[in-house]
């Protein structure tokens, strides 16, 4: 049964007369998939609440940052107690080393670190502290991951980029594409070759551990650390952009679980509790070339942000005291998510491939092995689109995108995972 969305529909109509799109961040249009978008009013826990008096079980998280859950009670507290002392003072204050020092706690690999308020300002400086660092001007990114929308790495990029199906970006110089090259994910012989093309003159790697934003996909064995060995074998640096993966598929990241130790690291999503803010740290000897210590400028008016820094505390305090309770849980529901979704697929004949690593997960339509983006691109994203409209209609929003991730939060129970298996039951079988 169609949901009433007459109230979201109307203010979609107003959004777009405003916004082009109607938004403010292009998947959030829901073209890839069709229907309407609701408009959210609230979220508390695992739930999101729309204009008209829907509620859905929420699947995607904010795209990441909400681990515990909306409006988790400490979250709010922390961002309400800070905004009685002023949402900023553009100087410094107690709680950005504080949360410096949580974050070096859970990467060891992040000798200094620096607060900005995206993932996108991350991963950009962290490329200009490469170049800097190592006077070379080629980067080389892997097809299908997303670092942000910064110049030069939108190019072959996944997430909004690849949903929408365009190479790169209009408005990109030539001239700046030109120095990102582009390599499939999973394929050490293909950054080989790339190094031997150009010896002295690639900066850095920057890749996604687990790739979120082409879909969920993992790492082959010993992928990671052969990244690593080649980079530095050439004098490059190597820059894990964990926006996605940090904290979530341990409190280390991806870089504990898969046990590699980056030169410099992205973070974003859940750093900042939901409020914007991100981070990118690394050796000292590296981190030390930023101004005012060195000569690669970077800059931010709001950047450390007394809310953001609340928001951050809290949620990564909670992180860290119940961190042997909350990993393992997150794990186990998510598995019966993935896995019982995968059942009810093979059951009603939906060739479906499950890609799961922690509480990142992704149902793609195809029944082709998903490593790297080209066999992403094999999915039936049509098929997707019906499923995602029909689970929307039984109550359960996913990420509107094929090429996007799932998250689970630590809100997410028993009951959300009979609610997701019950809206799948229906959704596969007319689909
Ligand atoms: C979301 C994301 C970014 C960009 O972060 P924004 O805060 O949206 O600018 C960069 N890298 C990865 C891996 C991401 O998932």
Same mark, same amino acid.
Request: hydrophobic residues 40%; charged residues 0%; aromatic residues 20%.
């Given at each position: 049964m169609p949901l009433p969305l007459n109230r979201s529909r109307q203010l979609q109509q107003r959004a777009e007369s405003l916004l082009p799109g109607g938004v403010d961040s292009p998947v959030r249009a829901f073209r890839s998939v069709g229907g309407d978008p609701p408009f959210v009013t609230r979220a508390e826990g695992a739930y999101l609440y729309d204009e008209d008096g829907n509620r859905y079980v929420d699947m995607f998280g904010s795209w990441g940052p909400m681990i515990l859950g909306h409006a988790f009670p400490p979250v709010v507290e922390a961002i309400r107690e800070a905004a009685g002392r %002023?949402? %900023?003072?553009?100087a410094s204050t107690a709680a950005e080393a504080d949360l410096a020092l949580m974050v070096q706690e859970c990467f060891p690999s992040i000798e200094k670190l620096r607060f900005v308020n995206s993932g996108t300002e991350a991963c950009m400086t962290a490329i200009r502290l490469a170049r800097g660092f190592t006077g070379r001007n080629f980067v080389i990114k892997f097809e299908g991951c997303y670092h942000g929308h910064s110049d030069s790495l939108l190019v072959k990029a996944g997430s909004g980029v690849a949903t929408l199906g365009i190479p790169g970006s209009a408005g990109v110089p030539a001239e700046t594409a030109m120095h990102t090259l582009a390599l499939p994910f999973n394929d050490l012989e293909a950054v080989r070759a790339a190094f031997a093309a150009r010896p002295k003159e690639i900066a850095c790697i920057i890749v996604e551990p687990v790739v979120g934003n082409a879909g969920a996909i993992a790492p082959l064995p010993g992928y990671l650390n052969g990244l690593r060995d080649i980079a530095h074998r050439h004098g490059a640096l190597l820059i894990l952009d964990e926006v996605m993966t940090g904290f979530r598929l341990s409190l280390g990241g991806a870089q504990r679980l898969y046990d590699i130790k980056p030169d410099l690291t992205t973070l974003g999503k859940i750093i900042g509790g939901g409020l914007p803010c991100a981070a990118f740290g690394g050796r000292a000897e590296i981190m030390n070339y930023l101004a005012p210590l060195g000569p690669v400028y970077q800059a931010g008016t709001l950047s450390g942000n007394p809310l953001a820094m609340a928001a951050g505390i809290a949620t990564l305090q909670h992180l860290i005291e119940n961190e042997q309770a909350i990993y393992p849980q997150l794990q186990k529901t998510t598995e019966a998510i993935a896995t019982g979704v995968a059942a009810i697929a093979r059951e009603a004949g939906v060739p479906l491939m499950t890609n799961q690593v922690g509480s990142m997960f992704t149902w793609f339509f195809t029944s082709n092995m998903v490593t790297n983006f080209a066999s992403a691109s094999t999915s039936d994203t049509a098929a997707f689109g019906r499923f995602h409209r029909a689970m929307l209609e039984a109550g359960v929003w996913l990420p509107p995108s094929q090429f996007e991730a799932a998250f689970v939060s630590t809100a997410h129970g028993p009951a959300e995972v009979k609610a997701i298996l019950d809206a799948a039951l229906r959704s596969l079988q007319t689909s």
């Open positions: %002023s949402a %900023s003072f553009g």
